[in-house]
């Protein structure tokens, strides 16, 4: 006996487009394309951009299900954000990178490892409002650089820098 059988592939695309508005922003913008299964080999990738006033985000994300032609997940992804609220003396800026493998260990558990690393940079300009006014405008300016590690044992590194008004340190 032959037993035909009619497969009908789903969509696997989600396109996103979006906009709208808010108070601390005014206008925002976002698109966002998730493919669940890139060009028939079952990868997972995104990719989420926002626009706004003030604030930007990107993000990337890709994950091969049968890595190294193994039951394996592995994945990587990429974030980028900028906040910019000078006139409240606040503009940062931080990338963000992780990692990650995986397996199923029962037919809905999965085992997952990651580790992700973050670099901010922040900016923050205190007011006269706040401050001596004895402090010179590079007084009232710092920079803090930080480090972020998120899997195992946790780090944290942060320099703080004294920035000039003219952008020299």
Known sequence: AILYVNVE?????????????SAND??????????????????YVLLDLQAAQRTNRARLSI???????????????????STDFEEAGFV??????????GFRVSEF????????????NLELTVSNDFTSPNLTEEEKRAEV?????TSGEPFS????TIVNADGSV
């Open 9 to 21: 592939e789903q969509p696997t695309v989600n396109f996103q487009i979006g906009g709208g508005g």
């Open 26 to 43: 005014n206008y925002i913008f976002n698109i966002s394309s998730e493919e669940r299964n890139l060009l028939g080999s079952g990868k």
């Open 63 to 81: 994950t091969e299900p049968w890595f190294l032609n193994r039951r394996l997940q592995a994945g990587a992804s990429i974030t980028l954000n």
């Open 92 to 101: 940062s800026d931080s990338i963000g990178f992780n990692t990650n493998i």
């Open 109 to 120: 558990d999965s085992l997952l490892l990651s580790y992700g690393l973050r670099r901010d």
């Open 145 to 149: 650089d930080a480090f972020t590690s």
């Open 157 to 160: 590194e942060v320099n703080v």
